[in-house]
């Protein structure tokens, strides 16, 4: 699920002032804009381990010391740098962040409208903090559900619906699937010969046989969803 946390980190990836790399560890949803949020990120020249909260504070400062600890035993001889991300710090904590050679990063995040991880249309905005975006393709289907994510690989936003998304995964695995289903994220899915998004990959799984309508409902997915797959395949034969 998105937090505030997450879009903190995605408009500073987006603002290249740690420049191009990728996501080695898993994002930390957190429940509030005043629980921090970690992240190690992994360039050519560097890993950046950095914190995320709205303001920072004390602990902050403790939850980046604890993660950037761990990660220089997990990583020996791994040149590091240390960040605090946040909209605002107290002038005291920044002098001591210099003194510390910690980056702070003041960034402002913005809610980005994502892309639907089902049909691959551009949602809706959510309201303000609340995760859920809508999909003008997949009302129907699922109404107002989509939450608004961030990709733990890349960060790029998209929507999912998390129920929905788990039995995917769950019923890819269970049917061996060629296509296992690890993300619905559309910027990480890779391009033909796979089904870049979730019912198409259902769609093309029936089609081929590799497993059976019935196989799918006994997943518990919605009805509406069943039927547009239904549809689809009966329309490829």
Known sequence: MDSYQQRIFHSLLESGALGKGMAISE???????????????????????????????????????????????????????????????????????????????????????????????????????????????????FGDKHQVQLCTSCLACYGAVPEVEERLKELSVDTGSPWPVVSLCPACRSPDPQPVYGIDLLVKGVSAGRFSMDRIKEAGLPKEFLQLINLRVQAKR
């Open 27 to 141: 994002l930390k949803v957190v429940s509030t804009a005043t629980d921090p949020a970690t992240l190690v990120y992994r360039t050519r020249e560097r890993d950046w381990v950095v914190v995320a909260r709205k303001e920072a504070n004390r602990e902050v400062f403790l939850k980046l010391a604890q993660t950037a600890m761990d990660h220089a035993i997990d990583h020996e001889g791994v040149p590091t740098e240390t960040g605090i991300a946040c909209e605002s710090i107290e002038e005291l904590l920044r002098g001591a962040a210099d003194r510390l050679n910690i980056n702070v990063f003041e960034v402002t995040p913005v809610a980005a409208p994502g892309t639907c991880g089902f049909c691959g249309t551009t949602m809706s905005l959510p309201s303000e903090d609340d995760g859920w975006g809508r999909c003008p393709r997949c009302a129907r289907l």
